[in-house]
Structures are given as C-alpha cells and as structure tokens.
C-alpha cells in the first residue's frame, strides 16, 4: 500500500504517516523519469497527446503526492514529517530542477511546437503549448551544457534553503509566547477562546472555573483557534493566572 500515491477523492489523512513518505515518493519519481524519458524519446509523429499532455500526464502523481507531503509539513509539523521531508526534497528538487534541462526532452518539445502551430488545436492548447515552451526557456532550457548545469545546482540549492527559511520561521513562531497578567488585556477575546481554557472572569479577578489548577491546554498547532496554555501560581497576595498565549498563523 501506497497512501500519498492514492488518488481518491476524499484523502485519508490518517494513513498519511511519515514512514511512507520516502517509499511513496521514491515510487513517484521513478514513475516521472520514465514519463519524462518516454516524451523525451517520443518518435514521429509528434502530437499534443504524446509530448505536451502525456509529460503533464507523467508528472500528476508525483505533483500529488509531493503536494501532500508539503501540505503536511506546513501544518501537522512533527520532527519524523521534517526528516522524512528533507531527505527526499533533495531528490525532488533534483528531478524537477532537472526536467527543462534535459537537452532531449526540450529537442521533442521544441520540435513539436514549431509544428502545432499549423495544427487545428484549441486557442486553450495553443495557449497552454506557448507558455509551456516559455516556461523551459526561461528555466535554462537553451542555456549551453555547463551553464544548464550550475542552472540545476541553483535550483535545488534554492530549494532546499526555502525550506530551511520555513523551518526557521515555523520554530519560531511556535517558541513566540506572550505572558498576560492584566485580565484587561483579554477583553477583546471571544467568550469561546475563554471557554477552552475554563475561565470565568469576574470584575476584580480573574479565576479557574475548573477544580484542577495543575491542568495545562497547550496550544496544538492542528487547530485554528487559539488555544493558550494555562499555569496557576499562588502568590501571597492571592491567585494570579498566568496565560501564555501563541500566536496563530496557519
């Protein structure tokens, strides 16, 4: 079983675990490179269906998939999706780096654009095989052998330090906490954050509605609403709430 290979309608998130990942992904980028290799060798004659869709064709599952393992990674985080994660972007981003510079893959394109310009295509297809061939030579696609090279290095350097940034950034926000102890401070909450955490507030205090004072919520990054962590201290002069409150951003 292959869950990120899946192509069903409803996605079983549940079954999308990080030891599938590079299993799954390793399946996907085998299937592309044939796909890529049999366009790339497609012989005469050419048409739409056997160069411009089947590349797209060939492409779908590993879009797919590699889509839910960003998708994943975004917003369900976990250090084994990270791991899992960093080990194939390397290779993804070295496949898809590579796909406008491969010099026989762009000869079949090229060929066979030249030709669809006297075919009975739809404007839609006609559009769609412009911006495609703009999309390969703006990629590098007729840079000479050793600039196509450093092209795909950069491409996947690129990649890989996009990742990075978002981690950086993902961490921290996650480690961003703002300490509250003027109840003032809260009275553009909605009643229903309040509610998460138990509180009840009054005019001169603000207390735990619950009896435990040792239970902590802690903000889960798997919902959208905020959801604050929630530490009592006894202090001399009474019962202050300490609420460290996380910002949401996904």
Known sequence: MHPFLQNDFHIKWSTLTPDHIEADISKALDEAKAAVDAVANQSAPLTYENTIAALDLGLE??????????????????PELRAAHNKMLPKVSEFFAGIPLNETLWKTLKAYGE?????????????????????FREAGADLPPEQKKRAGE???????????????CLDATNAWEKIVTDKGQLSGLPKSSNSLIGLRFHSTSCILARESLKSCHKYSRSRRYLMPSAVCNERAMGRELILPLRAVTR
């Open 154 to 168: 950069i491409q996947s350097e690129l990649a890989e330090l996009t990742q990075k940034y978002s981690e950086h």
């Open 61 to 78: 599952t590993l879009n797919r998939a590699w889509g839910l393992v960003s998708h994943l990674d975004s917003v369900a985080n976990s």
């Open 115 to 135: 030709q669809s310009e006297t075919e009975a295509l739809s404007p839609t297809q006609h559009r769609y095989i412009a911006e495609t061939l703009a999309d």
